[in-house]
């Protein structure tokens, strides 16, 4: 898959920007705030998932704009595509791809596939368990269709569980009992299909994610992933039964997939507090490199590689170790110096300021 042009209007301070990229390297050089990260977000938005920055829509949009516009021509197995997102603060935003349009956004990861590293990748290792669970979904469905539905629709369940619990005030009736029995079996049936998922996904990702660790880090260290869902053990209707009292005091769903997390331990300890920065560094590398081979091999595709001012978080050994890891696709870095390791040659360099690209 190679991204041949980009549009962007009214997305962050590119007010008119149009690009055609090198189907090799790209290097994208300007100085912080000039809307370096803002291109790399708007090509990451193509792929239909949320912004890696974790910027909620009205962000987005340039200042005094109610709707922002990012359009890609696309060229995939030889057949070009036109991939089009409005972003608005009015109303629900909308994608569309050959102005056919898509129903969920997640649906433009068959047409955009997006692997992007960035400096705050670190939380995938220190952070909340909702960026791991996130990172999982994600990646399962690049090339699930069905996995995404399901998730969706757990989702939607999820919410009606949550409205019921709020409704009651801690108190238990017969109509309560009567619909939450209706929502536990969906909710239930649809926790069954992404806890498989999960830990078939896992199984297939834990020796990628070891064969980079190993080759990023520069040594021999074990790496193993387990899902952490205690659910899972007695069956979420059990689970449900048990934690019924806590979730009618609470007004919440209090166990389930949504709380689940990935435990990633790193020489038989849990890398989250016991690995040095520089290890979780490594782990964080490993997790996207492994990343972008899973989806190569489901998808039979190349994903577009985003490399947001990574270089400039590593130290030199990782920096090379990190470049002899990177495949033959298409690429697009950031710099604030224009400095890149060796091993790197770009075919293309852009430069901007204040949102305007200059070739």
Same mark, same amino acid.
């Given at each position: 898959?190679?991204?041949?042009?980009?549009?962007?209007?009214?997305?962050?301070?590119?007010?008119?920007?149009?690009?055609?990229?090198?189907?090799?390297?790209?290097?994208?050089?300007?100085?912080?705030?000039?809307?370096?990260?803002?291109?790399?977000?708007? &090509?990451? /938005?193509?792929? @239909? $998932?949320?912004?890696? %920055?974790? !910027?909620?829509? +009205?962000?987005? =949009? *340039?200042?005094?704009?109610?709707?922002?516009?990012?359009?890609?021509?696309?060229?995939?197995?030889?057949?070009?595509?036109?991939?089009?997102?409005?972003?608005?603060?009015?109303?629900?935003?909308?994608?569309?791809?050959?102005?056919?349009?898509?129903?969920?956004?997640?649906?433009?990861?068959?047409?955009?596939?997006?692997?992007?590293?960035?400096?705050?990748? &670190?939380? /995938?290792?220190? @952070? $909340?368990?909702?960026? %791991?669970? !996130?990172?999982? +979904?994600?990646? =399962? *469905?690049?090339?699930?269709?069905?996995?995404?539905?399901?998730?969706?629709?757990?989702?939607?369940?999820?919410?009606?569980?949550?409205?019921?619990?709020?409704?009651?005030?801690?108190?238990?009736?017969?109509?309560?009992?009567?619909?939450?029995?209706?929502?536990?079996?969906?909710?239930?049936?649809?926790?069954?299909?992404?806890?498989?998922?999960?830990?078939?996904?896992?199984?297939?990702?834990?020796?990628?994610?070891?064969?980079?660790?190993?080759?990023?880090?520069?040594?021999?260290?074990?790496?193993?992933?387990?899902?952490?869902?205690?659910?899972?053990?007695?069956?979420?209707?059990?689970?449900?039964?048990?934690?019924?009292?806590?979730?009618?005091?609470?007004?919440?769903?209090?166990?389930?997939?949504?709380?689940?997390?990935?435990?990633?331990?790193?020489?038989?300890?849990?890398?989250?507090?016991?690995?040095?920065?520089?290890?979780?560094?490594?782990?964080?590398?490993?997790?996207?490199?492994?990343?972008?081979?899973?989806?190569?091999?489901?998808?039979?595709?190349?994903?577009?590689?985003?490399?947001?001012?990574?270089?400039?978080?590593?130290?030199?050994?990782?920096?090379?170790?990190?470049?002899?890891?990177?495949?033959?696709?298409?690429?697009?870095?950031?710099?604030?110096?224009?400095?890149?390791?060796?091993?790197?040659?770009?075919?293309?360099?852009?430069?901007?300021?204040?949102?305007?690209?200059?070739?």
């Amino acid at each position: 898959m190679i991204i041949k042009r980009l549009w962007l209007t009214d997305f962050r301070n590119h007010r008119e920007t149009e690009v055609e990229l090198d189907q090799n390297t790209t290097l994208v050089v300007g100085l912080n705030g000039h809307g370096k990260t803002n291109l790399i977000e708007g &090509l990451y /938005l193509l792929s @239909g $998932a949320r912004s890696f %920055r974790g !910027a909620k829509v +009205d962000a987005l =949009i *340039s200042s005094g704009k109610s709707s922002a516009y990012i359009r890609a021509e696309v060229e995939q197995q030889g057949r070009l595509s036109l991939v089009e997102i409005e972003l608005t603060t009015q109303g629900r935003s909308k994608a569309q791809i050959n102005k056919q349009k898509v129903k969920r956004f997640r649906d433009l990861g068959d047409t955009v596939r997006v692997v992007v590293f960035s400096p705050d990748d &670190l939380e /995938l290792i220190k @952070g $909340a368990p909702t960026i %791991r669970r !996130a990172l999982l +979904d994600d990646t =399962i *469905s690049i090339a699930n269709p069905e996995f995404r539905a399901v998730r969706t629709n757990f989702d939607h369940i999820l919410r009606q569980r949550n409205n019921l619990l709020k409704q009651a005030k801690g108190r238990m009736t017969s109509s309560l009992e009567t619909n939450l029995n209706i929502w536990n079996e969906q909710l239930v049936e649809a926790a069954q299909l992404i806890g498989d998922s999960r830990e078939a996904f896992i199984a297939r990702f834990e020796p990628l994610v070891s064969d980079y660790y190993q080759h990023v880090a520069g040594r021999e260290d074990v790496i193993s992933l387990q899902l952490d869902a205690d659910w899972r053990a007695e069956g979420l209707s059990e689970a449900l039964l048990r934690a019924q009292n806590d979730e009618l005091r609470r007004g919440m769903t209090l166990v389930g997939p949504h709380r689940d997390d990935l435990t990633i331990v790193l020489r038989a300890l849990h890398s989250r507090s016991h690995a040095s920065q520089g290890e979780q560094r490594s782990l964080a590398l490993a997790l996207r490199l492994a990343t972008y081979c899973y989806i190569q091999e489901v998808s039979g595709d190349q994903p577009l590689i985003l490399l947001d001012d990574v270089f400039s978080e590593l130290d030199e050994s990782r920096a090379r170790l990190l470049v002899e890891c990177l495949p033959e696709a298409q690429i697009i870095l950031t710099s604030a110096t224009g400095t890149v390791p060796a091993g790197v040659n770009p075919s293309q360099t852009l430069n901007i300021v204040e949102g305007q690209i200059h070739e």
